[in-house]
């Protein structure tokens, strides 16, 4: 039996096989247990293996080449549109199958150990910045409840502790609760410093990210996941990056009219924050004469809302970005607007 190609739905436990032949006619259709996964692989021929691009993908990716397999990783927005009616476990694999048929069926890069282990930081640093806006909001929701309110900022948080532990109308239950909250948040102030601390030592000894952060709205976090994240062999021009990162306009185009839409929101989510953050920061204090306001920013100002001039910041960020990590070379200022 001469086996084309092998899709794996993975999940857990176990994992959906689905194999083609030569003429695309299934060949191979079985669940193996995670522990049979290698063993099974290793006894097969060299062939292309499908698989998602999910949690655990990069590890049964680099796993399969080891044994000599050519591993492709789809994303699942591109497996979607080829799912057949009552999705289950074997449907998904027939769906990664048919996906990765496609000759012009773009695949994600198999990420390294080292890549996966650097970027871990990023991630949890962004988990805790989640939580600690979580138990702000909790905490000013809770002292709404007893007429307090306080002005939005982590940089109020301070003020209304105090604001709440001199109200004599608070009952003594609720102030220990509020205490309680208010060493949850320090605790999650004082993991969130030590993190970007580790990240501004990665920044330090990173050149890359070092050359990236001289980009107006680009500071030392957005250089590092960038410079830890992406590879700018994997594109083909600026253009694509960007879009890749979905800040080009949605196309829904039809009878020889072009119809662009909002942002597609596509790609990394992460990345493209980081971008619009650092955009609506240099929008907000561009003047003349500033060094971060380049003409071409402030005439689209004047044509433009903050927000839309923001996103488009952005996009051209994202451009500048991948041309100094593709060619390696410094960021030149723009001449600005006197």
């Known amino acids: 039996m001469e086996i084309k190609r092998i899709a794996i739905d993975t999940s857990k436990h176990f994992f959906a096989v689905h194999g083609v032949d030569t003429h695309e006619r299934t060949v191979l259709r079985c669940e193996l247990r995670r522990a049979q996964v290698e063993c099974f692989f290793a006894k097969l021929q060299p062939t292309e293996v499908a698989l998602e691009a999910c949690a655990g993908s990069h590890h049964w990716g680099r796993l399969l080449g080891r044994l000599g397999h050519r591993v492709k990783l789809i994303p699942p927005q591109y497996v979607k549109p080829f799912v057949k009616r009552a999705k289950n476990d074997r449907k998904d694999a027939e769906a990664i199958n048919e996906a990765a048929s496609r000759p012009e069926m773009r695949a994600v890069p198999i990420k390294t150990v080292e890549v996966q282990a650097a970027t871990m930081v990023v991630k949890h640093r962004e988990m805790l910045v ?61 993991k969130l410093n030590a993190l970007d601390q580790q990240l501004l030592a990665q920044h330090k ?112 960020m994202a451009r500048i970005i991948w041309a100094m990590m593709a060619r390696g070379e410094a960021y030149r200022h723009q001449p600005s607007m006197a």
């Open 130 to 190: 989640a939580q600690r806006t979580q138990a702000i909001n909790a905490l000013r929701g809770h002292a709404a409840e007893f007429g307090i309110v306080a002005p939005k900022g982590e940089q109020n948080v301070p003020v209304l502790f105090a604001v709440l532990a001199a109200n004599p109308a608070i009952p003594p239950a609720a102030r220990e609760v509020f205490a309680e909250m208010g060493r949850h948040i320090a605790d999650l102030d004082n």
């Open 205 to 316: 000894a990173n050149p890359v990210s070092r050359l990236l952060a001289e980009i107006p709205g680009v500071g030392p976090i957005t250089a590092i996941t960038m410079a830890l994240t992406v590879d700018p062999a994997n594109f083909e021009s600026g253009r694509h990056f960007a879009a890749w990162l979905g800040l080009t306009p949605r196309e829904h185009s039809t009878g020889g009219k072009r119809r662009l839409g909002k942002i597609s929101k596509a790609g990394n989510e992460r990345l493209r924050r980081l971008l619009v953050v650092g955009a609506t920061a240099v929008v907000r204090f561009a003047k003349p004469g500033r060094k971060s306001a380049s003409a071409w920013l402030l005439r689209l100002l004047e044509r433009k809302s903050r927000k839309v001039a923001a996103v488009a910041l952005a996009n051209k």
